[in-house]
C-alpha cells in the first residue's frame, strides 16, 4: 500500500514539474521578477504601479509621448494591464499621426499595443473615461491604427491635410 503512495506521490510530483517547466518556456521570463511578475498576471493579483501611470500620464498631457510610453512601461513591466497598455497605444496613434502621412512604424506598434489591450479585457470591454481623449474604447482605437496602416489611394487625398487628430 505504500509503495502505491510513493508511487502516486511521484507521478503527481513529475507531473507539476512539467508543468512549471512548460509554463517557463511558453512565458520567456529573461529574470527572476519576470517570473514573479507573471505568476501575479497568472493569479490575477497584479497590481501597476500607480505613480509611474500618473506621471506618464502627465507626460502623455504634455505630448511628450516617448517619454510617457517609458514611464507605462515601468508601471506595466509584466504587460499586463488593459488600461495602461490602451494608453501605450493611444500614445504610439499620436505621435505617428500627420497632417501629410502617418508613421506606419508608429502605427503598427500600436496596434500591437491595442491588440493587448483587447486581450486583456477580453472578459469586459474597456472604456476610458479620459475628457483629454477623443477616443475611449480599444475598438475605436484599433480602427484609427488599422485605417493608418493599410495603404490606399485615400492617402493622396489633398483634403486630408484638413483633418483633426483624435
Given amino acids: 500500500m505504500k509503495s502505491k503512495v510513493i508511487q502516486v506521490t511521484g507521478l503527481a510530483l513529475t507531473i507539476a514539474y512539467a508543468a512549471f517547466i512548460i509554463w517557463i518556456y ?6 527572476f521578477k519576470d517570473v514573479a511578475n507573471s505568476a501575479e ?13 500618473a506621471a506618464g500620464h502627465s507626460l502623455f498631457l504634455r505630448e511628450q509621448f516617448r517619454a510617457a510610453r517609458d514611464e507605462w512601461q515601468r508601471a506595466d513591466p509584466a504587460q499586463g494591464d488593459a488600461r495602461t497598455q490602451f494608453y501605450i497605444a493611444y500614445s504610439f496613434y499620436r505621435e505617428g499621426w500627420g497632417r501629410v502621412y502617418y508613421d506606419q512604424d508608429l502605427f503598427k506598434q500600436g ?19 479620459d475628457p483629454n481623449l477623443n477616443m475611449h474604447t480599444v475598438a475605436e482605437l484599433k480602427a484609427e491604427l488599422e485605417q493608418g496602416v493599410e495603404q490606399s489611394w485615400s492617402d493622396v487625398n489633398p483634403l486630408k491635410v484638413l483633418r483633426t487628430r483624435k
Avoid at 511558453?26 to 529574470?31: D, K, L
Avoid at 496596434?111 to 472604456?127: I, V
Fill in 111 to 129: 496596434l500591437e499595443a491595442a491588440n493587448r489591450a483587447a486581450n486583456l479585457a477580453s472578459t469586459a470591454p474597456l472604456t476610458i473615461d
Fill in 41 to 53: 498576471v497568472a493569479a490575477g493579483t497584479y497590481q501597476i504601479n500607480q505613480e509611474k501611470f
Fill in 26 to 31: 511558453a512565458t520567456e521570463p529573461r529574470t
